[in-house]
């Protein structure tokens, strides 16, 4: 029974399922669900597939034959990296969106996304540094489901502003 706890494809398809609900959270939201319980499900939901990333990391780490001294502290750089991007992001979002339809300023002035730009960034550091091979074939699945994520509030935001506001936006920002 232990050893299916070390099976990286066990975690993986946890994983996966937990971020693909995750995004499916995201895709109700944007068609118009606001439920009770949503933003509270979407972030546990979220937190899961996060923690199954991170494990599934742990099981399959050392298959990419890399040396430690330099995958760990690029891949510790970028995980930190990412974490404070994410973290200043929610700080900015929580600070600027009170009465604000749009929220431009702070890191929002450079990126659209920052909270996916900082996971993404999260998740790749966790990968290098892990030296994980499936973690390397599989962040393209967390990109995609990040992508179908920030297309979807875009066509959101396009709908719900003024005619041209998130144009603008977008081509002042990156990502």
Not at 23 to 39: E, I, M, P, Q
Not at 56 to 85: E, M, N
Request: some cysteine; proline content about 3%.
């Amino acid at each position: 029974m232990a050893e299916i706890l070390y099976n990286p494809y066990l975690w993986l398809l946890l994983a996966l399922i937990f971020n693909t609900g995750h995004t499916l959270f995201h895709v109700a939201f944007f068609r118009g669900y606001n439920g009770k319980y949503l933003s509270i499900s979407d972030g546990i939901v979220g937190y899961l597939g996060a923690l199954c990333v991170f494990i599934f990391l742990y099981v399959d780490r050392g298959t990419v034959q890399f040396p430690k001294s330099i995958a760990i502290p690029i891949g510790i750089t970028l995980f930190v990296g990412g974490i404070y991007i994410h973290s200043k992001a929610q700080l900015d979002f929580h600070r600027y969106s009170k009465g604000m339809a749009l929220v431009s300023k702070g890191i929002y002035a450079h990126f659209r996304h920052p909270m996916y730009l900082g996971w993404s960034i999260t998740v790749i550091g966790a990968v290098i540094a892990a030296r994980s091979f499936l973690g390397l074939a599989t962040f393209w699945i967390w990109i995609l489901l990040i992508a179908i994520c920030g297309y979807l509030e875009e066509v959101k935001l396009r709908k719900d502003l003024p005619q041209g506001q998130y144009d603008d936006y977008s081509k002042k920002t990156w990502l």
